[in-house]
C-alpha cells in the first residue's frame, strides 16, 4: 500500500484494503496467541513482537469535534505498536479558540509528531491540511464528508461476520450526513456487493456520492422502508439519525421511529444477518438485540484496534 | 443583421484580446473571471446581447492592451463555451483560438457547500476539477452542474 496520507476510502484499491484488513487479523490472531508460524505464545503484545514496532513514533491527535471510539482506538492503536501520542486537546484549550487557522495549527504540530489524526466539522480539511504538512495526515472524519478508516474497520467486520463477496448489504438512517456511510458506500464499490439504501428522502445520499457510485458502475437500490429488502440482506449497517438534523421534534421523533430496529423486525430477516452501527447509538438500535447473535456492532467497534494498528504500522 | 455589422458598434481595439461569441449577459461574468474590474489600466469595450447569426444574441467583449493566456481564457469555457478568442496586434487579429475545458479551475469559483473548508478563514483556494457535465470540488467533492456564474468568486 502506497499512500502518503488518508484522506477518503475512494483512494484505497481493493489490493489496498486487502492489505490492510490481513495485517489487522493477524495482530488479531496474535493477540489471541496464534501467530502466523503456527506457534504458541501468551497473547501478549511484547511476546508477538508488536509492541517496539513502532517505538518512538507520535502521533499527533487533532480533534476538533467530540469522539471516544476513534480518538481512544488511535491512541490504543499506536502504543500497541510501541508508540505515542502529543494530543491537541478540547479546542477551547488550544490555540484553536485564539482564531488559528487550521493550516498554521497542522503546520506547527507536524514539527511535534510523525503523523497526523484529524477530525474537523469542516469537509475537505484533512485534504487541506495534507497540503500544508509533510508528515502523513490520516483523516479522522471531515465534516458529513468522509470516515476512511471507520469504514476499513467497517469492511473488517463485514468480512469477519459475512465475508466481502457475493455481500447484499442494507445501509440505513442517516445517509446524507453520514460520513462513515459516504465512505463504506464507496469502498463497497470494490467488491461485489450489492448495495441497498434506506432512508427518508430527506436524508437520501447526496449527489456527489451518488455519483461516485454511478462511476463505479454500482447500481444504486434506494428505499424509503426497510421491510421489502430486509429479507435479502447480509448485513444491516444501521447510523443514527441526528437530531440536530430538524428544525421539528416531532418530525425527528417520526423518522427516528421509522428508521428505528427491534427483535420484532428482525422477524423476517436471514439467520445470519450482521447488524452494524458506527456507535454511538441513541435509539436506532433496540437493546434486546444486542443479546441476539446478529449483534456484530461491538465486535465492530473492537476492531478500530487492530485495523488502525495495521495502517499505522503499513503508513508510518 | 450579421457579426461583422454590429462590430462596427465596437470600436477596433490596436492589441490586445476580443473574446466573440459568448452566450447573451454573460459579459460581466466573462470580465469577473478574468479579475477586470475597471480598477486596472485595461480599455475594455463590451457588447451586450448583440444580434448573431449563429447564436441569436450574443455577448463580445474585447479588452486593450492584454493578451489573454489560453489559461486565462479555457476557465471562460464553464460559461461561455462557444467563445471565439482573437488576439489583435496593431489591428490585425494575430491568432484565433477556441476555449477548450480545462481539468480544473483555481480560485474562480465558490464552493457553495457552506461546510467546505475553503469557505472558511482558511488560507486555500477554491479548486475544482472539471467534469464532463460540470465541476466538482477538490476539497469537499460537491458538484456543481449548472448555474456556474452564480458561484464566481473572483476578488
Keep these: 500500500m502506497q499512500h502518503d496520507h488518508v484522506l477518503t476510502a475512494k483512494q484505497f484499491s481493493r489490493a489496498d484494503i486487502e492489505t490492510v484488513l490481513d495485517r489487522a487479523a493477524a495482530f488479531d490472531a496474535r493477540r489471541e496467541g496464534v501467530p502466523p508460524d503456527g506457534s504458541e505464545h501468551d497473547g501478549s503484545d511484547a511476546e508477538a513482537g508488536v509492541s517496539d514496532r513502532h517505538a518512538e513514533t507520535l502521533l499527533g491527535l487533532l480533534f476538533f469535534e467530540p469522539s471516544t471510539r ?110 462513515t456511510v459516504h465512505s463504506l458506500a464507496q469502498a463497497l464499490t470494490r467488491f461485489d456487493a450489492t448495495q441497498h439504501f434506506v432512508s427518508p428522502e430527506s436524508l437520501a445520499l447526496p449527489p456527489d456520492v451518488r455519483y461516485d457510485l454511478d462511476e463505479a458502475g454500482t447500481s444504486v437500490h434506494s ?71 446478529h449483534a456484530a456492532y461491538f465486535d465492530q467497534a473492537h476492531s478500530g484496534i487492530p485495523v488502525r494498528m495495521a495502517l499505522l504500522d503499513l503508513l508510518l | 443583421m450579421s457579426d461583422d455589422s454590429h462590430q462596427l458598434r465596437v470600436s477596433k481595439i490596436k492589441n490586445g484580446t476580443v473574446i466573440d461569441h459568448v452566450r447573451g449577459g454573460q459579459a460581466l461574468n466573462v470580465l469577473a473571471i478574468l479579475g477586470i474590474d475597471g480598477s486596472g489600466d485595461e480599455a475594455v469595450s463590451v457588447g451586450m446581447n448583440v444580434p448573431s447569426d449563429r447564436m441569436g444574441r450574443k455577448d463580445i467583449v474585447k479588452v486593450e492592451g492584454r493578451e489573454l493566456s489560453q489559461d486565462e481564457v479555457d476557465v471562460l469555457s464553464l460559461i461561455a463555451p462557444d467563445a471565439t478568442i482573437n488576439i489583435v496586434r496593431a489591428y490585425d487579429v494575430i491568432g484565433k483560438h477556441r476555449v ?44 456543481i452542474r449548472e448555474g456556474f456564474a452564480d458561484h464566481i468568486d473572483v476578488e
Aim: glycine fraction near 8%; hydrophobic fraction near 35%.
Design chain 2, 100 to 143: 477548450e475545458r480545462p481539468t480544473e479551475v483555481v480560485g474562480v469559483l465558490s464552493c457553495p457547500n457552506a461546510n467546505c473548508i475553503t469557505t472558511g478563514d482558511e488560507p486555500v483556494a477554491s479548486r475544482f476539477a472539471v467534469l464532463g457535465d460540470g465541476v466538482r470540488c477538490a476539497y469537499c467533492e460537491t458538484l
Design chain 1, 223 to 293: 428505499h424509503t422502508d426497510l421491510e421489502s429488502v430486509l429479507p435479502d440482506l447480509d448485513v444491516l449497517y444501521v447510523t443514527r439519525i441526528q437530531r440536530e438534523r430538524f428544525p421539528d421534534e416531532n418530525e425527528y421523533r417520526a423518522i427516528a421511529d421509522a428508521y428505528g430496529i427491534d427483535l420484532e423486525t428482525l422477524e423476517r430477516a436471514k439467520d445470519e444477518l450482521s447488524i452494524m452501527h458506527p456507535l454511538p447509538r441513541v435509539d436506532e438500535i433496540d437493546p434486546a438485540i444486542d443479546d441476539t447473535d
Design chain 1, 70 to 179: 476513534t480518538r481512544m482506538s488511535f491512541e490504543t492503536a499506536i502504543k500497541r505498536l510501541g508508540g505515542d501520542v502529543v494530543d491537541m486537546g478540547s479546542v477551547e484549550s488550544s490555540s484553536v479558540k485564539k482564531g488559528e487557522t487550521l493550516a498554521d495549527t497542522v503546520r506547527v504540530i507536524e514539527g511535534y509528531a510523525d503523523a497526523l489524526v484529524l477530525r474537523h466539522p469542516s469537509q475537505g480539511a484533512a485534504k487541506m491540511a495534507s497540503e500544508y504538512v509533510d508528515v502523513p495526515v490520516i483523516n479522522a472524519g471531515d465534516g458529513a464528508g468522509h470516515h476512511p478508516t471507520q469504514t476499513l474497520l467497517d469492511l473488517y467486520t463485514i468480512r469477519e461476520h459475512a465475508g466481502l463477496d457475493d455481500l447484499t448489504i442494507g445501509i440505513m438512517g442517516d445517509l446524507k450526513y453520514g460520513r
